[in-house]
C-alpha cells in the first residue's frame, strides 16, 4: 500500500485541520468564548493523521481528554465539534458532552474521554466485537503517557494478547502528563512493556507522518490478518498547556519554540512533500488557505448557535425520578 | 484570625499536621508538580494549587507527586497508613472512584473491622466534587453517598473556610479513614479563619440559622444556598433553621431531629442524584423517628437523575438553585397546620 496524491493531500488537509482547529479553540477560549476544560492537540497532529488514515468507519478508536485531533483524523464533522466544544444544541453530543466527551459511533468514534486510561478497554471490546463479528475491523486506543502507567492500560495489554483480539495501542508520548515528566513517571520502556506482554512494540517519531504512517500500516495490517495487538510508542510534543489556562512553568526555556521550529509535523510534511515532488506548494497553499476560512465558519456556527434548553436536560436518559 | 480562602485553610490544615506530626505526608498527582521536568519544581502545587507550597517547605520526601495510578497510590496510602505513616492522599476528582475503590471500600474501609479491632488505618483522601465548573459527566459528580454508605469510612463535607481548616486537621488527626469532599466551585471563597490549627469534631452538626417555621439540612456547598435562602426569606416573614451536618458518616441525628422537631418541617438540600443521596438518608431518619411532629410531608431538592450535563444552559438547570431552594420552602411552610 502507497499513499497516491490524493492521499497526501488528504493527509495535510486532515492535519491542517486540527492545527487550525485547535489554534482557534485555543483564541475563542482566551477570549472567554469557550467554558470549561479544554485540552489541545497542537503539535500531535502526525499521530492521529498518520494513524487514522488507515482507518475505515468499520474500525473503532477510542481517544483521550486530548481528543479533538482523533475525532477529526477519524473523520468527525468539525462543525459539530466547534459546536459541541461551545455548548450548543447543534454540537455532536447536542452540547451535553463537551470538548472532554466528543464522540461520533457512526465514524468509529468510540469517545474522547475525561478518565485517564479509560479508552484502552474499550478499545478491547471493540476489538472483540471486530473479531467476533468477522467485520475485518480493527480497533485503536490512542492513550498518552501518562495513562500508561494507569491499571485498565496495562491489563488491557494483557487481555489483547491472549484473547489475540485486532487491537493497537498508540501510546502518545508528549514528555508530560500534567506537569509530570514521562522521563521520570515511566518505569521500563514502553516498547519493553509490549514485548513484556508478547506483542509487537515500534518506538516512532510521531512529528514524522510518514514514520507514523509506516508504523501504523504494520499494526494495522496484522491486527486485520488475525495476528494479534501490537503497541505503537510515539514521541512528539504538545504546543499549548495541558488545559487551556495552565502556565506551562515546568517546562524549559525555549523547548516549545525548538520543536516548533525544529519539528513542526506540519512544516517537515510540507518539505519532505515538495522536495520530493510528490505535491506542488501551490496545492498545498490552497488546502491551508480552504482549510482557515472552513475553520472561521466552523467558529461562526458554534458561536451563533442555539444553546440547548431545559427540555434537554432530561432527555436521553431511560429513567427520570 | 485572618481572610483565607478556602484554598488557603485547607493548605494551611495540611501544613500545621506535617509541622506537628512528621508521620504525615502528602500524596497525589502533581500534588507538587513538575516532577522530572526542567522548569519549575512545585509547579501546580495540585491542579487546582490546593498544596502549593507544601514540597518546598517538607521536601519530595513528604510530598510525593504519584504516576497516574490511582488504584496504585490511593492503595500504598492505605498501606501506609496501616503500618505507621498518616498519608493525605488526593484523589484529584472524586469522578476517579472508579479506578481504585476496591483500595478504598474493600481495603482501607476494613481493615479496623475484619482484622478484629487490631488495625488502624489514619488514612485521608481528599478529592473534588461538584458541578459548576463546565467540567461535564466524569468530573463534577457528587459521590458522597456512596462513601457514606460504607461501614469504616468518615466522609467530610466542608461547607467553608473555616469548615475546611477544622475538618482537615480532625481528619488528619482521626485514627480512622477520612474522606474529605472539597467543592471545587468553593476554592476561592474566603472568610476569617484562625490561624492556629484547630479541630471540629465529626458527627457534631453545625446549626448556621435558628428559626421557627422550617428546617432545612443541606450538604456541601448547598448549605451556602440554604443560608441564602433563609436570610432572604426572613423578609417575606418565614423563618429558617439551617443545619450542616458537616459528616455524613458519622451523621449529627440528634441534631437534625431536634431541629425538625422544634420547626415541624423539613426541606434536604442535597447536590447529588435523587436516590439514594443524603437527601433520601435524612428524609427517612426523620419519618422513621419523629413522624408525628412533622406539619407537613418532607420535601427534597436535589439535582435530577442524569449525569451532568456539559452546556452552561444545562449545567445551570441541573444544579439545585436558590430558586428551587425557595420554592421548596415556601411550598412546606405553605401546607399543614
Ligand atoms: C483516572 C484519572 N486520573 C487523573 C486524571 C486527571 N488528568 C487528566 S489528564 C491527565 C494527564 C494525562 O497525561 P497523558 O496521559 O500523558 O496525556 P496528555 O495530557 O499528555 O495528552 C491527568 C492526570 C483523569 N482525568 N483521570
Ligand atoms: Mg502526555
Redesign the pocket.
Known sequence: MQLNRDDLKEAYRRMCLIRDFEDKVHDEFAAGNIPGFV?LYAGEEASAVGVCMHLEDRDAIAS???GHGHCIAKGCDAEGMMSEIYGKKDGLCGGKGGSMHIADLSKGMLGAN?????GPPLICGAALTAKTLKTGGVAIAF??????N?GTTLESYNLAKIWNLPAIFVV???R???STA?AWSVAGTQTKRAEGFGMPGTEVDGHDFFAVWEVAREAIERARNGEGPSLIHVKLN?YYG?FEGDAITYKGDGEVDKVKAEQDCLKLFKQRVVETSLLEPDELNEIETSVKSYIDQCAATATNGSSPTEADLMTDVYLSY | MSVKSYRQALNEAIRQEMERDERVIVMG??IAGGMGAPGEDDAWGG?LGVTKGLMPQFGRERVLDTP?S?SAFIGCAAGAAATGLRPVAEL??V??M??CFDQIFNQAAKFRYMFGGKAVTPLVIRTMYGAGFRAAS??SQCLYPLFTHIPGLKVALPSNAYEAKGLMTQAIRDDDPVVIFEHKAMYDEEMEVPDEAYGIPFGEANVTREGDDVTMVAFGRMVNLANEVADSLKGSGISCTVVDPRTTSPLDEETILETVSETGRLVVIDEAHPRCNMATDVSALVSQEIFSDLKAPVKMVTAPHCPVPFSPALEDVYIPSTAKIEAAVREVVGKGH
Open positions: 485540552h483521550t481528554h486530548r475525561g478518565i485517564v486510561g479509560g492513550l498518552g503517557d501518562g495513562a500508561s494507569q502518545e508520548d508528549n508530560y502528563a500534567e514521562s504538545r495541558h | 498527582e502533581d491542579v497516574i490511582e484529584m476528582f469522578d476517579f472508579g479506578v466524569q468530573h
